[in-house]
């Protein structure tokens, strides 16, 4: 400060009222000068920011007559002289010389007081507040007493500001006015930064819920993905294939898409797509069929109407026939589709009707026996048009058959009949009550007989011809089957059921008859009467099951659903399941290809049956042809023959490796050479694609059982069976190695180098292909008496597994010979064949124990994948890598994911066994192949969907009766109007 003033103000206090002291040295030291104030002249300075230091002794002086030095010093140097007015300052000697001191000074007119208590009256003014001062110091007179601000009746802002105003040398209301607006103001700062502060704990809160909710809620998506994923799976494990696509097309939509999905997904959908059309009839339907061209379908609901639909404008119907009071009926199309046929038992008896299909005009009404017809015999009924659909027979009241020109008078055959129908333009085959059956001329006068069938033991109920008429079938109605060569009159088959016979039937080509009864359906060679397919029914309800014309599947009802059976392997191909409520009806249309079903939703539905598998060889022996693809997946050989097929399974024309049967094929790397081996071991190579004979070898009299080339087509190894492994070098003839080894597996040409690997006893030698002795080998530890049984390279070359027959794998490296990783596995029974996926971080192992391995070499541990009921042969891995797939003697190929071995897709492939080594992928992961001892090599189907899940909802929420609810499903009716145009 200037002129020496060091202090704003000197606080004078007796020690009791140091409290009060403390508050107002911060409050004079804290406040700040209002900004208008700043700069204005104040006696001999002008008015600052601050009004500090302060100066204010901590305790009372020590007794003496003199201040202390540096209290006098403080006096001296402050402006102003603050005095606390209270009955002890009034009493303290020390406050009283601070005052004297301060007036001395002449300074009398810059003491301030601040009373704090008037103590009931008492005087709390030291002595020398109330005395007056002359220029010289003296005591001059009595001063009046001094105006001071009051503690007690201002307020401590308000004393406080008085004594602040007198300081300045300002008014004390003009200075309260200010601080009360800087107080609203600070009031309101501070409520807006409470404000602030507020909404930010608000926001910080409202995030870390929100943050909260949203990991709840991508909780619970993970969740339901998950329960969608897992129940889908089970539905496709179960062959409910439209049940399975509401779940994983559900979970697809909500944000799941791997390859393990995408494959379910097109399984699954492979069941939906071949619905084509769906027709509305109003109620529910018993009855179903479509004729040979599908142009029409018939359909017969519980309302007992015949109505008519043309499938290219089925919104209405072109007739709608009322029956009759009629309780049981059966009818279809007759071969060419012209005229429906319907037998029928109601109150007007035991009838046979045919109306004409384009318009539902009677053509024919005729009255039949009933004598027979009970629960146990009802459903034997036997097609009464001949192939053409101009005549018709039947059994009249009488026993006598009625025959002849549709539209024209019956003829009458006078006898005692059961069953009689025309034979594939040969005639007409009549059965008599005591087992006769004949087969006799219509167009002939009197009927003559023109040959006689023996065998038959009793009462025949149905009757049926090949389309040739070649073969003829009858049962009885003790469930006896016969079939007979119809021009020699021989018996080819005699055998049956115990029951009554509800069906029988051939098959278009008439290699295959099945019979039915309520309780079981059986499908038998018709020449030979081996016996392909049965299967017994728990809980029958009528006609059981239908064979379609081929004779290749069998579609059975049961638990609301349509199940579509291999005949060949027994497998469940898929359900059909479009109907609200079940289905009721099913027939085959005649070209194999379509279906109709009805069902309690009043639908009709036309299928296009979708094909299990995608190609089948067969050489008519039980052995099975070979097969061999192209690296780049392009084409393949498949046949016996050698046929060159495209991807697509297309033969290409001209392409025919010979008239020798092959046993096993091979294709170069490069697809530019064929490798055919016949039955004696003799080799030809061929060119491709032009099909030009590059060369023969001599056979080696014995069974070759394996065959390949090496990775730049200068090599070609044989492996024979109980004879080592032979390496050719080609375009030389000469045998460049012969080696000893147990097992043709044992052997491995490197995918990269001009080098091979193979195992003999416990030790493995990797050889280079142009040179005499092994770049290394290695002897494994293995149990004595045990041997090599499977060598197999890493797609990049540079790792090998090695398997020993029992328990033992090995993951050697190429360069160095060097042991990597070792599995020893004690539960195993046979370790026969091993694959490494394409990255090389796993290995899948066939166990003979009905198991496999999934080995994932970077954390050295394995899985054990299990559910095969017969030993495992065969595993690999599918081209991505996304896949695995295992084939056993049980005949079923089963694909995991291979990430965590969870099994996606299982069915049998073959009646048989898969044979060992004979199952993979194609190059391009879109089929997957199969061999088995039935004489078989199939291709399947292994794409995965491609659709988005946009338009896989469309399509589901179109042609299905499912929607995902909950944690399951429920019935909603298909929407036709979703589907595309």
Known sequence: MPQGFRYWAFISYHHRDRREAQWLHRYLERYRVPRHLLGRPLHDIQVPARLAPVFRDRDELPSSVDLGGVVQQALHQSRYLIVLCSPGAAQSRWVNEEVRSFKRLGRERNILCLRLDSAGGQQVFPPALLERYDEQGEVCGRAPEPLAADLKADTRDGAALKLIAGMLDIGYDELRRRERRRRIRNHLLAGALGLCAAA????????????????????????RIEMLYRNGREELLAHNEARAAAYLGEAYRLGLDTPALRFMLARAMAAVDPQQLRIRTGVPVWLADVNADLTRAIAIGIDVHLRGYLLAQPQQPIFDLPLGDVDRFFGAFGLGGRVFWLESLGRQGHEMRLFDARDGRLLLRE????????????????????????????????????YGAIGASLQRLAGDYSTARYC?????VTAAQDGRIELRDPRRAGVPVLRRFQGLPGRAVVLDC??????????THDGAVRIWDVDAATLLMSSGHNAIISDLHFSADGQRLMTATRAQVSIWQSRGGALLYAERFLDPAGNPAVMNPEGSMLARIGEGRLSVVDTDSGASLYSLDAHLGGV????????????????????????????????????????????????????????????????????QPGFGAGATPA???????????????????????????????????????????NLGFDHSGAYLAQAIKEGGIRVLELGTHRQRHQLATDFSRAFAFSPRQAEFAYGSGDTLYLQPTAADAPRWRRQLAIAPATTISAVVFSDDGSRLLVLAERRWAFVI?????????????????????????????????????????LWHLPSRRYLTLSGHNAAVHTVAFSPDGSLLLSAADDGRLRIWDSQDGELLYSFNAHAGSILPFAAGFAPDGRLAYTTGSDGATRLWPMSGETRTPAQLQQLLRCKIAWVTAGRGLRALEPDPRRCAP
């Not at 594939?424 to 007409?428: D, H, K, P, T």
């Open 466 to 475: 090949s389309r040739d008429g070649r073969l003829l079938a009858a049962a």
């Open 200 to 223: 930010s704990l608000f926001s910080a809160w409202h995030w870390q819920q929100a943050e909260k909710q949203e990991a709840l809620r991508t909780q619970a998506l993970q969740a």
């Open 584 to 651: 009721n009806a099913f027939n085959f249309a005649p070209d194999g290809q379509h279906a109709v079903s009805g069902g309690n939703d009043g639908t009709l539905v036309i299928w296009r049956l979708p094909q299990a598998a995608q190609q089948q060889y067969r050489d008519g022996t039980h052995q099975a042809p070979p097969l061999a693809f192209a690296s780049d997946g392009r084409y393949f050989v498949g046949g016996s023959q050698g046929g060159l097929y495209d991807a697509q399974g297309r033969r």
């Open 663 to 705: 046993l096993r094929a091979a294709l170069s790397k490069d697809g530019r050479q064929l490798a055919l081996a016949d039955e004696s071991g003799a080799l030809q190579l061929h060119s491709l694609p032009d099909d030009r004979l590059l060369d023969r070898y001599a056979g080696v009299a014995a069974k070759v059982v």
């Open 813 to 853: 490296d190429v360069a160095s010979g060097r042991l990597l990783q070792r599995l020893d596995h004690p539960a195993a029974v046979h370790f026969s064949m091993g694959a490494f996926s394409r990255d090389g971080d796993k290995i899948a192992i066939a166990d003979a124990g009905k198991t496999m391995l």
């Open 367 to 402: 009255k039949m026996n009933d004598e027979s017809l009970d629960d146990s015999d009802y459903g034997v009924s036997p097609n009464p048009l001949s192939d053409d659909e101009r005549e018709v027979v039947l059994l009249g009241p009488d026993r006598a058959l009625h």
């Open 424 to 428: 594939g333009g040969r005639g007409l």
